[in-house]
């Protein structure tokens, strides 16, 4: 493809998972390799892209707003050029842009890898409509538009067309480049699944990324190791059902030279250990002790998000026995209700739940040695015929397992999902909201549980950057090109003023945030390196602990 021809800035905002945190990156990086600027000013940029989320209505409504004023901004210029990438594109689609005609691209999350393909199209387009002297009502009005969807009748069938699964592509593009100093990455996510087959009755994600398939284990690895290369010392494997992960090499396909991402099986039976394990099979275990043992100088390895099913001992103990993996777990039980459970189509029971998670703590559990097990959960309130013991239920369960932390949602009814077209949304809105901060209040409390029991232990923590606190109350920048939860702080900054002491933040392996004072000239210093913190207090957040390092 041709560099650009004109000299635009690129604006690129993100919102939704981890998952889209990575799209952005890889589309970023694909931009970038092409000649693209980019801005971190919406102001000041030619093309303003917003990478989309879908999951709940709220989510929606936050790119509905900035669409709007857009439509202002573009009314005064009609140069500018608006996409919408992700779940909302995918969900939403030809209705969006009869909606707000102020969009140019439409491009959902399975087909990111047309982007720069639709990018330099829509550019086209629009100034060609600039230079015809088309009125700006007309420009709007035309249909000269780029789109790429999936559309839902044709959920991605992995490789079973053995047509090349072109995404596979971006992954593989990611651009490298190892660097010292302030500007390093030391944190990053790798795709191991995409997509989502278990159809939960309220999620649009199956919908928005398609069926799951699941990448080749060689690609995983060697995207892992050129990490560890560049100075990457945390990896997060990434995939709506993470611990599913399976590939089998007797059926692989290669298109055009390239092993293709393998279709997902459905998967059920309530195994304790993957029964497809051996030979010829790179199960989860053995995608996680590969990657282990193919790049040592990753410290931390973690994944997100466990599917509570079928989360096999092999799994467990493979995470047990590679010490560089996170004794860490987000398993979102969603409810502690059978009925709702059902309803939801989640495919276990509350003691299911429970179950996995006693056998995950025993395996897993070792505070003793400074390796206590921690677990996040996500919950939905008010889903469809939830009762008032149907919520006691979930709220039982919450105090039962001790999560760590929470992610507390009111159900949203989302089109094209099942809950949506059968299930009435007949929980009213404000008993959503009592249930919801009921739920909050409960989980702050074992939050504080949690923090206390660590006071007075010694834990390695990843430092991350200045603690969100320093930085809004010193309001200057402390040092050049600091990163703050992997998001660089643009330097050079002004010189650092003197004061006694800088408070970072960074986190335990089971993903807890820790706060320390440390002296202005080891700052810089930190940055990205794991060091022992002694826990001296806490709040419900956050551990506050001292240097324990020499
Ligand atoms: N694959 C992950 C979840 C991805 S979506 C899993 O199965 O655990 C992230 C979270 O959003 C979900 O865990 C769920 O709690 C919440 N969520 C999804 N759809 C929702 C909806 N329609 N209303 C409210 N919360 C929802
Ligand atoms: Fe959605 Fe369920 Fe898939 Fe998670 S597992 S992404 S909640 S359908
Ligand atoms: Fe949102 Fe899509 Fe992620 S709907 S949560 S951006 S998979």
Not at 10 to 23: I, P
Not at 278 to 293: E, M, P, Q, S, W
Not at 385 to 409: H, P, Y
């Amino acid at each position: 493809m041709p560099p650009p021809m004109h000299d635009r800035a690129v604006y690129l905002e993100t919102f939704g998972c981890q998952m889209n945190e990575l799209d952005s990156e890889l589309v970023g990086g694909a931009l970038r390799s092409l000649g693209y600027r980019f801005t971190a000013d919406a102001q000041r940029a030619g093309v303003i892209l917003y990478n989309t989320c879908s999951v709940r209505e709220h989510a929606e409504q936050k790119v509905w707003s900035r669409l709007g004023e857009l439509a202002e901004r573009k009314r005064e210029d009609p140069s500018l050029v608006v996409g919408v990438l992700g779940c909302l594109a995918e969900r939403d689609g030809q209705a969006l842009i009869r909606r707000l005609p102020v969009v140019d691209l439409l491009c959902g999350p399975g087909e990111l890898d047309k982007l720069p393909h639709l990018l330099a199209n829509a550019i086209q387009a629009r100034e060609g409509l600039m230079a015809d002297g088309v009125e700006v009502e007309r420009a709007a009005a035309t249909s000269a538009r780029q789109v790429a969807l999936q559309g839902s009748a044709s959920r991605r069938s992995g490789t079973l067309a053995a047509a090349e699964d072109s995404l596979e592509r971006l992954d593989l593009s990611r651009s490298f480049s190892p660097v010292d100093g302030a500007g390093r990455r030391f944190s990053a996510y790798v795709r191991i699944t995409r997509g989502c087959n278990k159809f939960c009755a309220y999620c649009v994600v199956p919908f928005t990324r398609g069926a799951e398939v699941h990448r080749p284990p060689d690609h995983v690895v060697d995207e892992c190791r050129r990490l560890a290369d560049e100075g990457v010392v945390e990896i997060t494997l990434l995939g709506q059902t993470v611990n599913h992960y399976r590939f089998e090499h007797g059926s692989a396909v290669t298109v055009n030279g390239l092993t293709q991402p393998q279709k997902g099986r459905s998967y059920r039976g309530g195994h304790r250990r993957d029964p497809y394990s051996g030979a010829g099979v790179t199960t989860f275990a053995g995608l996680l002790a590969r990657i282990h043992d193919a790049a040592p100088s990753v410290e931390r390895l973690r994944f997100v998000t466990s599917y509570p099913r079928d989360f096999g001992d092999d799994a467990l103990e493979a995470v047990r026995d590679h010490p560089r993996i996170c004794r860490y777990l987000h398993v979102p039980p969603q409810s502690g209700s059978d009925r709702v459970l059902a309803a939801m189509n989640r495919g276990y029971t509350a003691s299911q739940y429970l179950e996995f998670i006693d056998r995950a703590r025993h395996v897993l559990d070792q505070p003793e040695r400074g390796r206590p097990l921690m677990l996040a959960g996500d919950f939905i309130v008010g889903f469809p015929g939830e009762t008032e013991d149907d919520f006691e239920a979930t709220a039982a369960l919450l105090e039962r397992v001790r999560f760590k932390n929470s992610f507390i949602f009111k159900y949203s009814p989302r089109p094209g999902t099942v809950a949506f077209d059968r299930l009435p949304d007949d929980v009213p809105d404000e008993t959503k909201r009592r249930r919801n901060s009921a739920l909050l209040d409960l989980q702050a409390r074992i939050s504080a549980q949690v923090s206390r029991a660590q006071v007075g232990a010694t834990f390695p923590v990843l430092i991350e950057g200045p603690s969100p606190r320093h930085v809004k109350t010193t309001a200057r920048r402390e040092a050049v090109g600091l990163t703050v939860g992997g998001l660089v702080i643009d330097g050079p900054g002004p010189t650092p003023q003197r004061s006694d002491s800088v408070q970072l933040a960074g986190r335990t392996e089971g993903d807890l945030i820790v706060f320390v004072d440390v002296a202005p000239d080891a700052v810089a210093g930190l940055i990205g390196r794991i060091v022992p913190v002694s826990i001296r207090s806490c709040t419900a957040l956050a551990l506050h602990g001292e240097p324990a390092w020499g």
